[in-house]
């Protein structure tokens, strides 16, 4: 991270007082700042630097925040950084005359600038602006930390990222990325007919995953309400009305654990088409992913998390089976029976959970959980999940314990998740009564019986192809980041005691 000029030895509180005294003095001169509303700025650091050719000799106005000052006497070197970059001010005497120099020199690191002069190359071939006029636009009551730049700072980057941002302004890339990912998966939609529609954060029912929500209360309905775990049920209904493709790119919250690939509340898209099935979802989520890198970065080649990875289309597809086959050892596919695949399992050292049942899906899912994912580094889809791990997914015609599911893993991490979405609104909603016993015994995370969802799919359900990418996880593939937080401007953080 970057590291930024001491502002000397003064504890923090007086540095603050000074400022205070300084900002009160103008005050008295009349030239209060913070009076000011606009100043009209016709260049930045970037177009200056880009095209030094165009700019030089010619009288430009900048503004950003002071990160540095340099010299003393009657010449000071400066950096000033605005919403593309810094930019050397080469600040003169002769230049701003002796008045206006001595008050340029009471400015503090962090103050926010307006600066009216001519772009130039010092001996140094630095490009600079030869400052002519100076205006203070806000005054910085707080000193930047010294250390902020430190790795035993993150809990501080993260709780005060406005401050993040101004010193370590190479932490605005990962943010830039995001956006132009956001961007990007949008004109692909858009391209493909899709409509990006909007559905409730808040509802009488958490359902469309299996999580634990967060719940509030309507105070006028004087209701318990949820806010939503998964888009899923409502865009479905969706197409169940005719809007044969849609999708939403939205916040989704689940009250669960925190760790460098969960928060809180985290971004999703969501997107359901008609007619379609998981292999198209497939061709989607690599287009996407794909595409965004070689677009954005320029490459399909990506590092993250220590690994080398290669984004270049035409991604592995292996089914769960034969996944667990291949990095297990165990060949479910020769296996029929409950308990010998339980039995099986346990021999790989490979326990269910207390709440599952003891089936033959189950002990599937238990060994590609614990012992397959950790293998799945470069792009792969794993396919055919059981019915049990799949309570919204259509069964397989080959194998009725299976559905046609898939998820994408890239660095044993989950980043899309995919059906063919059931539309049996029997077979829906038998599955949802085995959601219901799993509430019954104890497991909150299961989901909750949707009445009025299944009226909707008794009014017909066409074959659906529907999918759920982890934006949050794709910004950190393509930004490097071992950890969510790096990508999410304003994480949750526990509060300070």
Not at 129 to 149: D, G, M, N, Q, Y
Request: net charge negative; hydrophobic share 40%.
């Amino acid at each position: 991270m970057a590291k930024f000029v001491p502002q000397g030895e003064l504890p923090v509180s007086e540095q603050a007082q000074i400022r205070r005294d300084k900002l009160a003095a103008l005050q008295a001169e009349g030239r209060d700042p913070f009076v000011i509303t606009k100043f009209d700025f016709n260049a930045d650091s970037a177009s200056i630097k880009a095209d030094y050719d165009a700019y030089e000799g010619k009288t430009v106005k900048v503004a950003g925040r002071l990160m540095s000052k340099r010299g003393q006497g009657k010449v000071m070197f400066c950096d000033l950084q605005d919403a593309t970059g810094r930019i050397q001010l080469f600040v003169k005497i002769d230049e701003l005359g002796e008045e206006e120099y001595a008050r340029f020199k009471k400015n503090d690191i962090g103050d926010i600038l307006g600066v009216e002069g001519e772009i130039f190359k010092t001996k140094t071939e630095e490009i600079s602006v030869r400052a002519k006029a100076v205006t203070l636009l806000s005054k910085s009551l707080l000193p930047l930390p010294e250390k902020f730049h430190g790795l035993t700072d993150k809990e501080m980057r993260f709780r005060q990222r406005y401050v993040d941002l101004m010193v370590n302004p190479e932490v605005k890339r990962n943010f830039v990325i995001r956006s132009q990912f956001i961007k990007f998966m949008r004109n692909y939609l858009d391209n493909m007919n899709y409509i990006e529609v909007e559905t409730p954060v808040l509802n009488t029912i958490a359902g469309g995953a299996s999580a634990r929500p967060f719940v509030t209360h309507h105070n006028t309905l004087d209701i318990d309400m949820y806010m939503r775990i998964a888009t899923e049920l409502p865009l479905k209904r969706l197409i169940i009305g005719g809007m044969d493709r849609v999708y939403e790119i939205g916040r989704i919250f689940r009250n669960e654990g925190m760790d460098p690939k969960h928060n809180p509340e985290f971004t999703s898209v969501e997107l359901y088409q008609a007619y379609a099935d998981f292999h198209d979802m497939m061709d989607i989520a690599e287009g996407i992913i794909s595409g965004a890198a070689k677009e954005i970065l320029g490459t399909y080649e990506v590092e993250w998390m220590g690994e080398n990875i290669d984004l270049t289309p035409g991604w592995r597809r292996m089914t769960m089976v034969e996944a667990v086959k291949e990095y297990v050892g165990i060949d479910f596919g020769a296996i029929t029976d409950d308990a010998e695949a339980v039995a099986a399992a346990n021999a790989k050292g490979v326990e269910l959970a207390d709440a599952a049942e003891k089936t033959w899906g189950n002990a599937l899912y238990a060994c590609f959980d614990q012992k397959v994912e950790e293998h799945l580094i470069q792009p792969t889809f794993i396919t055919m999940y059981p019915v049990e791990v799949s309570p919204l997914t259509k069964r397989s015609p080959e194998d009725s314990r299976l559905t046609e599911r898939f998820e994408l893993f890239i660095c044993h991490s989950e980043l899309a998740n995919a059906y063919s979405e059931l539309n049996d609104p029997i077979d829906q909603r038998g599955r949802f009564m085995k959601q219901v016993e799993q509430r019954e015994r104890g497991d909150d995370e299961t989901e909750m019986l949707d009445e009025d969802f299944l009226t909707a799919m008794e009014y017909g359900m066409p074959p659906t192809g529907g999918m759920g990418i982890g934006v949050d996880r794709a910004v950190m593939l393509l930004t490097g980041n071992d950890t969510i937080r790096e990508v999410i401007l304003f994480p949750t953080m526990k509060p300070v005691d």
